[in-house]
T-cell receptor
């Protein structure tokens, strides 16, 4: 069956450090992968989309890598700030065309 | 440009009642998606509508149903409410059914007592 797994543990980091989140998938052959941010009680907000032929993508302090051989994406938040504290979700389109989300990794940035 | 809107913000019902949740997509978006997010859990896909048709359905019982209107707004109905239906219900839209990115609304918090 298709499965998306993200860091099971919450991530607590010091302001200014880099947070690295992992998204592993099984039985998908994705053409792309997406990352979203969700704040408590709010809907997710789209951050980045990376295609299978793109090894890396950046947006401001965010960097995403995509390794289709390892079936893994890494999401980096550099120079982290307390405002980056949120849950981050990766998402893939499954064989039946619906978008499936990982359970998310909660990041807390300490001042 | 206005984002996805949902109503009501909060809804309190008792077991056995019916709930109706509404969603207005971003103007020009034809696809609408519904998700359930129980407290502390991930997003569970419920339903997907595009151009008025149901495109896909998640693993939920038939008492979860919905529709999409000609103006692309959508309604989610939950019949015979159960306590475990208490959750945040999120609606998302995308410009077409082929578009990868989804834009989410703020959600409706449904509480079943």
């Amino acid at each position: 069956s298709q499965k998306i797994e993200q860091n099971s543990e919450a991530l607590n980091i010091q302001e200014g450090k880099t947070a690295t989140l992992t998204c592993n998938y099984t039985n998908y052959s994705p053409a792309y992968l997406q990352w979203y941010r969700q704040d408590p009680g709010r809907g997710p907000v789209f951050l980045l989309l990376i295609r299978e032929n793109e090894k890396e993508k950046r947006k401001e302090r965010l960097k995403v890598t995509f390794d289709t051989t390892l079936k893994q994406s890494l999401f980096h938040i550099t120079a982290s700030q307390p405002a980056d504290s949120a849950t981050y979700l990766c998402a893939l389109r499954s064989n039946d065309y619906k978008l499936s989300f990982g359970a998310g990794t909660t990041v807390t940035v300490r001042a | 440009e206005a984002g996805v809107t949902q109503s009501p913000t909060h809804l309190i019902k008792t077991r056995g009642q019916q709930a109706t949740l509404r969603c207005s997509p971003i103007s020009g978006h034809t696809s609408v998606y519904w998700y359930q997010q129980a407290l502390g859990l991930g997003l569970q896909f419920l339903l997907w509508y595009d151009e008025g048709e149901e495109r896909n359905r998640g693993n939920f019982p038939p008492r979860f149903s919905g529709r999409q209107f000609p103006n692309y707004s959508s309604e989610l109905n939950v019949n015979a409410l159960e306590l475990e239906d208490s959750a945040l219900y999120l609606c998302a839209s995308s410009p077409t059914l082929f578009t990868d990115t989804q834009y989410f609304g703020p959600g409706t918090r449904l509480t079943v007592l």
